[in-house]
C-alpha cells in the first residue's frame, strides 16, 4: 500500500511539473504572442500612417500639377491674346493694303506678309493646342463640315505659294457619298493645312496632288479619306516616325522640318477616331494619308463665307467698340469699303451711352477691354430694363481670346456670333450678315 502511494505522489508531482512547464510554456507563447501582436499593430500603425502621408503627398503633387497645368494653359492663352492683338491689325492693314490698287510687286509683297502672319498664326494655335490635349480640355465640335469646300478651300490658300515654286497644286475628289459629314470643320481644316502647307515647304518641283475620297458604310457612317502627296524630298523610313513628334525637325537632306504641325495633325485626327499615316521615300516625295469614320450630315447647315451677299450690309449703321485704336480702325474700314455707316468707340462704357443716344444695326463687341469688358456690355445691352435703345439689336464678338470656355462665355452673356482675331474681310462681312439674319429670324 505504502508503494503504490509513493507511486501515485510520484506520478502526480510529474503531472504537477509537467502542467507548470505547461503553463510556463503557455504563459511564454502568450507573451510572445502579446509582443508579436503589439509589434503587428505598431507595424500596422506606422503602415497606415506612411500610407496616409503618402497620400497626402500625391494629392499635394496633384493639386500642384493641377495648379501648374492651370497656370501654364493661362500663360498660354494671355500669350496668344497679346499676339493675336497686334496681329489682328497687322493683318486687317495689309488686307486694307492689298486692295488698295497696289502693283503686281507690291501685291507679291504683301501677300508674303501675310503668309508669314499666317504660319505664326498656325504655331500660336499648335501649341494652345497642345496644351489643350494634354491637360484633357480639348473639346472637338460636331456640326456639318463640307469637306469638298474645305479642299477647295485649302487649294485656294496655297495655290499661290506653290506657284511661286513653280510646283502645280492638283484637287480630286471621289467617292459614292455626299462629302457633307458631322464633324469638327475647324480642326480638319486645321490637319489639311498643317498637310498642304508642309508639302508645299518641302516640294521644290513638280506637283502637289489633294485628293478626297469618301464612301458609305453599311452601317450608315461614311469613311473619309483625305490625301495629300507631293513629288518633294521624301523622308528616309527611320525618320518617319519622327516627323509626328512635338517639335522634331528632321535635318538631313532626306529629312523634313516637322515643328508642331504633323504632331497636333495625328493627336487631332485621333482624337476624331481617325489616324494620319505617312508613305515615303527619299527622292520619291510623300504621301500623307487622314482617315476617319463619320457620320453623315443629312441637312447640312455650312454657311460659304465666300459667297455672302454683302450688297445687304450698304447703310447698315454698325458700332465698332474696341480699345486698341489699331484694331478699331481696321474694322472700320473694312466696313466702310462694304458701304456701312461706322461709329466707333473705344470702350463698353462709350458704347452703351452711344446705344442709349443711337439706333444702330449691329455691334461689333471686342472681348477683353480695360472696365467693362465685351461679356459686361453684352450682358447690359440683353438686360430686360436696358437703358439701350435696341435690347435685340445683332451683336458680333471680336476676340482675340480664343479658349473655348471665354468664347462660350461670350454667346451666354448675350453676342450671336464671336469671331477670333485676326480675321479677313471676307469672314469679318459675312459673319455680320449672319448675326444680322439670324437676329431677323428670331
Known sequence: MTGSLAAWQRKAARERRARRQAEHLLEQKSRALYAAD?????????????????????????????????????????????????????????????????????TELVDTILLCTDALLDLIQSVLDTAKIEAGHLELACEPCDLRRLVDEAASIFAA??????????????????????????????????LVGNAVKF???????????????????TAVTLQVSDTGIGIASADQERVFGEFEQIRSQQGRGA??????????????????????????????TFAVLALAAHTPTVVDDTHADFASLQGLRVLVVDDNVQNRLVASRMLARAGCLVTSADGGEMALALLEQQDFDAVLLDGQMPGLGGEQVARR??????????????ILGLTADVVRERIEAYRRAGMDRVLAKPYRMQRLLAALVEVIAVRRQA
Open 259 to 288: 515643328g508642331l504641325g504633323l504632331s497636333i495633325s495625328r493627336r487631332l485626327a485621333r482624337l476624331m477616331g481617325g489616324d494620319i499615316t505617312l508613305d515615303s521615300s527619299p527622292g520619291q516625295g510623300s504621301t500623307f
Open 161 to 194: 505659294r506653290a506657284a511661286q515654286h513653280g510646283v502645280r497644286l492638283e484637287v480630286s475628289s471621289g467617292g459614292n457619298a455626299v462629302p457633307v459629314v458631322l464633324g469638327d470643320p475647324v480642326r480638319i481644316r486645321q490637319i489639311l493645312h498643317n
Open 381 to 394: 445691352i440683353r438686360a430686360p430694363r436696358s437703358p439701350v435703345r435696341d435690347r435685340e439689336v445683332p
Open 203 to 221: 516640294t521644290p518641283m513638280g506637283r502637289i496632288a489633294i485628293q478626297l475620297a469618301t464612301e458609305t458604310m453599311p452601317d450608315e457612317r
Open 38 to 106: 503589439r509589434r503587428l499593430a505598431e507595424a500596422n500603425a506606422e503602415l497606415e500612417r506612411r500610407v496616409a502621408e503618402r497620400t497626402r503627398e500625391l494629392l499635394a503633387a496633384k493639386e500642384q500639377a493641377e495648379e501648374q497645368n492651370r497656370r501654364k494653359s493661362q500663360f498660354l492663352a494671355s500669350l496668344s491674346h497679346e499676339i493675336r492683338t497686334p496681329l489682328s491689325g497687322a493683318v486687317g492693314s495689309l488686307e486694307l493694303l492689298r486692295g488698295s490698287g497696289l502693283d503686281a510687286a507690291q
